[in-house]
């Protein structure tokens, strides 16, 4: 089993940047697909962005692309999600994932969450 510890959320205005980092830790932490959600009050957990175990291959929702960048640190079994111009539609609980069905990953093949970090974007 993979432990996931999201850090980094907190609150930002429109425009702004934020940066979460999601340490793995656990059997097999370093070669597998790791993924971001997030989850907005009264929503269901969506899909943001995901990466392959080497970094070489990245996927991203279309709501984000152009303005989040998933990257990963493998010496430090670390993804991170660099977010820029953040809107207040961004505002949600975003979730670390890995051991995924597929990539990118759908919400029902996932295995493994992080706790979440919350992220608010005022207007």
């Known amino acids: 089993q993979v432990q996931l510890l999201e850090s980094g959320g907190g609150l930002v205005q429109a425009g702004g940047s934020l940066r979460l980092s999601c340490a793995a830790s656990g059997r097999s932490a370093l070669r597998i697909a790791m993924a971001w959600f997030r989850q907005a009050p009264g929503t269901e957990r969506e899909f943001v962005a995901a990466?392959?175990?080497?970094?070489?291959?990245?996927y991203y929702a279309d709501s984000v692309k152009g303005r989040f960048t998933i990257s990963r640190d493998n010496y430090k079994n670390t993804v991170y999600l660099q977010m820029n111009s953040l809107k207040p539609e961004d505002t949600a609980v975003y979730y670390c994932?890995?051991?995924?069905?597929?990539?990118?990953?759908?919400?029902?093949?996932?295995?493994?969450w992080g706790k979440g970090t919350q992220v608010t974007v005022s207007s």
């Open positions: 990466v392959n175990w080497s970094g070489s291959s990245r």
């Open positions: 994932a890995t051991d995924l069905h597929s990539i990118p990953p759908t919400a029902s093949g996932v295995n493994s």
